[in-house]
Every structure is written in C-alpha cells, then in structure tokens.
C-alpha cells in the first residue's frame, strides 16, 4: 500500500535514527507492513466486494451493505485481517532487509538501487504469497459467513494441488494461485517504483526546507 514506504522511513529512523543495520532494517520492514495491514485492511475488504460487480455502488454503500448483511456486525470488514498481517509482516520484514542488504553487499550506487529494489520485493511477495492467497479468500467470503482460517484455505488449495495428475500441473496449479510469475513482476516493479517515486518527493522536500532555512534572515 500507499502507506508503506512512509511507515518503513518513519520506523527506521524510530529503531536507529543514525545508523541502520540488518536486524534494525527487518524490525522496521515488519513493523511497517503491520500497521499498515492493520489500517489498510478495512479499506480493501470493502474493495474487494465492489469487485465484479455489474454495477459499482462505491466504497460507502457498499460498506453499508455489509454491515447489514451482517447484522451490524463487524465481521466483513476483519475477514482477511490476519492473513493480511501475516503478508504484509513477512513482506516488509524480507523487502527491507533484502533491498538494504543487496545494496550493501553489491555496494550499488544510487541509480542502480532500482535493481536491490525490484529482486527484494519479488522475493518478498513469493515469500509472503501464501499469506496473500488466504486473504484474498477470507475477501471472498460472504458477509453472512464465517471465513475460514488460514490454515483451512491452505488445507483446501493443498488438496486441489493433490488431485492434479502429475508434478508438472501441480507446480503450474500452486504457482497460479500464489499469482508466481507475471504477478510476481508486476509487484516487484510496482514496488520499486513507489521506493523511488517516496523518496525523490523526501529528497525534494528536504532540498526546498534548506533553500528556506539559507534564505530566512538571522
């Protein structure tokens, strides 16, 4: 989401604000990926419903939709909001991290950052894709039902890989439904794209502020 990459500066500079580290870099990658899960989760259990829909009725209505379906329960807008901590915790824990460290360990300069950027975030969405699969089907999920745990969707998905008649169409089945491949690139050039897009803004607010601060009178 959106609130990432502030969330991750924020959390870096909280966990060591003169020097970071692998151990410091991780804490700050998880702790961003669950608070931002924890805000954003809501928002996207609404989303999901509006999907596939012939007729969109917008976030509100939809929102007021569910709660009645449920009751004026709760529920609708929490499905998924495990799942979604667990994704979004292993995420941020191995795409800060790994795009921290490849730099480090390929002492890359800052125009080739981008690639640290793109091989971390793909690895870090095939890590945390089982995660994403079980959200998505908690999302599906009716509102006058209960969803089932993670553990259930993955029990479900590993019996639909069972039933495939050799090795070959259960990769094929597996990878699918974890979105392993062209979703997997799509995430990762997404991402690193944010990563520079957050970060030129950072540096062009910080560059405006010092222009001010030479400028204001003594």
Not at 156 to 162: F, G, N, S, T, Y
């Amino acid at each position: 989401g959106g609130l990432y990459f502030p969330l991750e500066h924020l959390f870096l500079q909280m966990l060591n604000p003169t020097e970071s580290g692998p151990l410091v870099n991780f804490l700050a990658g998880t702790a961003a990926g669950a608070v931002n899960a924890t805000i954003l989760n809501p928002l996207s259990a609404i989303k999901y419903k509006t999907w596939g829909r012939e007729i969109n009725r917008g976030m509100w209505t939809e929102a007021r939709m569910m709660l009645e379906k449920s009751n004026g329960s709760p529920r609708p807008f929490l499905n998924g909001l495990r799942p979604t901590l667990y994704r979004d915790i292993v995420f941020g824990g191995c795409y800060t991290w790994l795009r921290l460290q490849i730099q480090v360990w390929f002492e890359l300069p800052p125009h080739q950052q981008w690639q640290a950027n793109l091989v971390a975030a793909s690895l870090a969405t095939v890590a945390s894709g089982p995660f994403n699969y079980a959200r998505n089907m908690q999302y599906a999920t009716s509102s006058r039902k209960q969803a089932l745990s993670t553990v259930q969707v993955w029990q479900e998905l590993w019996a639909e890989v069972r039933r495939q008649p050799n090795g070959g169409q259960r990769v094929l089945l597996l990878a699918e439904r974890l979105r392993i491949g062209w979703g997997t690139a799509r995430v990762g050039v997404g991402v690193a794209f944010g990563h520079y897009a957050y970060y030129w803004l950072v540096q062009q607010v910080q560059n405006d502020t010092r222009q001010q601060q030479r400028r204001a009178p003594f």
